[in-house]
Structures are given as structure tokens and as C-alpha cells.
């Protein structure tokens, strides 16, 4: 069982930045975020594995950067360029089934998920 718990969230401006964290209390070899806004299915923003390479959609390449600090047992995502179809609830995720190479783009390919954070960017 991995606890995953975001935080961070928040209401900006169109263009503004905002960092979220998510604490983990295992590590495990592939880490995600999601996000899914009202309505709307969730849909994947980034995934990095335990040798910190990230793979982003194509929504928020060159805006967003996930990082690692396992001094701190914790997973960021950096949101610059913020834009208002960037708003919704956003979800730290974690999978223990897969290797460094196989972490996955998609929902089943997590089986740990936070409880969400909401981020909110007006225009």
C-alpha cells in the first residue's frame, strides 16, 4: 500500500505559476499526475520514473515539470504558463507493478492515487 497526499493547489491568473507536491510514503518506481476538470474524463499530464525522466502530454510540454526529492519523500509538478483549460482537480498517482521502463500514460496503469488537489486558473 502506498499514501499519496497532494497539496499545493490553488486560483491564479492566466499565466501565473503554481506548484503542487504530493508526500509518498514508499517509493516506487513510477510516479504520475493526472487531471480532470468538471465534466470531463481524467486525463494524463506527466509521468517520471525512479531515474527522474518525465514524459509529458502534448497539453503541457515546455509549461510543466515534474521532479523527485527523495530527501523529502515527495513528487512536484511546476506549472508555468498557466491557461484556463489547465483548471481542475489534479491527482498524484503511483504504480509498484512496473519496472522504470514501463511506467505507463494511463489510468490503469496506476494503482495508488491521492485524494486531489484543485487548481483553478482564471482568465
Known amino acids: 500500500q502506498v499514501q499519496l497526499e497532494e497539496s499545493g493547489g490553488g486560483s491564479v491568473q492566466a499565466g501565473g505559476s503554481l506548484r503542487l507536491a504530493c508526500r509518498f510514503d514508499?517509493?516506487?518506481?513510477?510516479m504520475g499526475w493526472f487531471r480532470q476538470a468538471p465534466g470531463q474524463e481524467r486525463e494524463w499530464v506527466t509521468t517520471?520514473?525512479?531515474?527522474?525522466?518525465?514524459k509529458y502530454s502534448d497539453a503541457v510540454k515546455g509549461r510543466f515539470t515534474a521532479s523527485k526529492d527523495y530527501a523529502k519523500d515527495s513528487l512536484y509538478l511546476q506549472m508555468d504558463s498557466l491557461k484556463p483549460e489547465d483548471s481542475g482537480l489534479y491527482y498524484c498517482?503511483?504504480?509498484?507493478?512496473?519496472?522504470?521502463?514501463?511506467?505507463?500514460?494511463?489510468?490503469?496503469?496506476?494503482?495508488?492515487w491521492g485524494q486531489g488537489t484543485q487548481v483553478t486558473v482564471s482568465s
Open positions: 498517482a503511483a504504480d509498484s507493478r512496473w519496472t522504470s521502463f514501463q511506467c505507463k500514460d494511463l489510468q490503469a496503469g496506476y494503482n495508488y
Open positions: 514508499k517509493r516506487t518506481a513510477c
Open positions: 517520471i520514473n525512479t531515474e527522474g525522466r518525465a
